[in-house]
């Protein structure tokens, strides 16, 4: 089962920030927290990953509360092109062997 | 991007055939993985693999099997394709140190009919 919950949909308006939630309330000391989208039914697209502390690029930021049991992901000024399904994954820092466990995501709808 | 490749991006087969799937990668990633995508299911895990001849099973790996020879190759096989194999393949690759980014590939769309 995946290890993270996320919402299965929201709507922001075009020019707003889009703020999705995602809890990992099992995850473990070394786990990271990587966020993906995907756009109709393209290859996953990379976004964002952090271990504890905020992170920001040049996509989107993602905040992970002081407990790590949850994070949001930011994109500060949503457009059109960001609507997509995004998935929120956690992945051991001891390396690829236990693969990556996606769950559905939330399908992020982006209005005019 | 790690420069993955997937081949063929697109295929027709009937039932009971065998169908190979290939992903090719430039980065010397140590680590790649098989997903399949369905309506309803998300990214579900196939195989995976953490070295040259190092594989093991994920999530749905009924029906399936991998090969990887060299590492820049690791490759699916259907032996005898059925119409509920008809998917999305994905196939993605990561160095394996901590914190790095997984890469996928664009995809292969395989019907089995």
């Known amino acids: 089962d995946a290890k993270t919950t996320q919402p299965p949909s929201m709507d922001c308006a075009e020019g707003r920030a889009a703020n999705l939630p995602c809890n990992h309330s099992?995850?473990?000391?070394?786990?990271?927290v990587y966020w993906y989208r995907q756009i109709h039914s393209q290859g996953p697209q990379y976004i964002i990953h952090?271990?504890?502390n905020n992170e920001t690029n040049e996509m989107a930021s993602l905040i992970i509360t002081e407990d790590r049991k949850s994070s949001t992901l930011i994109l500060p000024h949503a457009t059109l092109r960001d609507t997509a399904v995004y998935y929120c994954i956690v992945r051991s820092s001891g390396g690829g062997a236990d693969g990556l466990t996606f769950g559905k995501g939330t399908h992020l709808i982006i209005q005019p | 991007d790690a420069g993955i490749t997937q081949s063929p991006r697109h295929k027709v087969t009937e039932t009971g055939t065998p169908v190979t799937l290939r992903c090719h990668q430039t980065?010397?990633?140590?680590?790649m993985y098989w997903y399949r995508q369905d309506p309803g299911h998300g990214l579900r895990l196939i195989h995976y693999?953490?070295?040259?001849?190092?594989?093991d099973k994920g999530e749905v790996s009924e029906g399936y099997s991998v090969s990887r020879s060299k590492t820049e190759d690791f490759l699916l096989t259907l032996e005898s394709a059925t119409s509920s194999q008809t998917s999305v393949y994905f196939c993605?690759?990561?160095?394996?140190?901590?914190?790095?980014?997984?890469?996928f590939g664009e995809g292969s769309w395989l019907t089995v009919v």
């Open positions: 693999s953490y070295g040259v001849k190092d594989t």
């Open positions: 952090g271990l504890k």
């Open positions: 980065e010397n990633h140590r680590y």
């Open positions: 993605a690759t990561v160095e394996g140190q901590s914190g790095n980014t997984i890469y």
């Open positions: 099992t995850i473990s000391g070394n786990e990271y």
